[in-house]
């Protein structure tokens, strides 16, 4: 059994035990088992995602660092949501704002900002409709 806990800078946003973890890092994307061997990576943008006695949560998480040892998994997220928090339709206007912004072509800063938006809310969008595709299924 492994214990996972994942933070981001607002809050702990996940602490439970599960069977298997699944994270985007920089080299790709892993899975992590019990009794896997000790380790320490960087996460990159994508979908987390916890598996636990055949149920699945889904996660998008972007940046931050995974440290595991003994079966304990500590994420230290630059940011994270899990996808039932996801609100559709503000992603959706948060990504139309980002383009426009985009189209505008600002100063440097600001459009790294809004491309930034662009892609956070590209994620979200798409670990929403998996979660609302898991639900149909089910």
């Given at each position: 059994?492994?214990h996972i806990t994942v933070i981001t800078p607002e809050k702990k946003?996940?602490?439970?035990?599960?069977?298997?973890?699944?994270?985007?890092?920089?080299?790709?994307?892993?899975?992590?088992?019990?009794?896997?061997?000790?380790?320490?990576?960087?996460?990159?943008?994508?979908?987390?995602?916890?598996?636990?006695?055949?149920?699945?949560?889904?996660?998008?998480?972007?940046?931050?660092?995974?440290?595991?040892?003994?079966?304990?998994?500590?994420?230290?997220?630059?940011?994270?949501?899990?996808?039932?928090?996801?609100?559709?339709?503000?992603?959706?206007?948060?990504?139309?704002?980002?383009?426009?912004?985009?189209?505008?072509?600002?100063?440097?800063?600001?459009m790294a900002n809004a491309r930034s938006v662009f892609v956070r809310?590209?994620?979200?969008?798409?670990?929403?409709?998996?979660?609302?595709?898991?639900?149909?299924?089910?």
């Amino acid at each position: 059994m492994l214990h996972i806990t994942v933070i981001t800078p607002e809050k702990k946003l996940y602490e439970e035990e599960a069977d298997e973890l699944t994270v985007p890092t920089v080299l790709g994307e892993i899975t992590i088992l019990p009794q896997h061997v000790p380790l320490i990576t960087q996460i990159a943008e994508g979908e987390l995602t916890i598996k636990h006695k055949g149920k699945s949560h889904h996660m998008a998480i972007a940046g931050g660092f995974l440290e595991l040892s003994k079966d304990k998994i500590s994420i230290l997220a630059d940011y994270a949501i899990r996808s039932e928090d996801i609100d559709v339709t503000q992603v959706e206007e948060a990504k139309k704002r980002a383009a426009k912004l985009m189209e505008e072509k600002g100063t440097d800063e600001e459009m790294a900002n809004a491309r930034s938006v662009f892609v956070r809310a590209i994620l979200e969008l798409k670990i929403a409709n998996k979660r609302k595709h898991n639900r149909i299924i089910s």
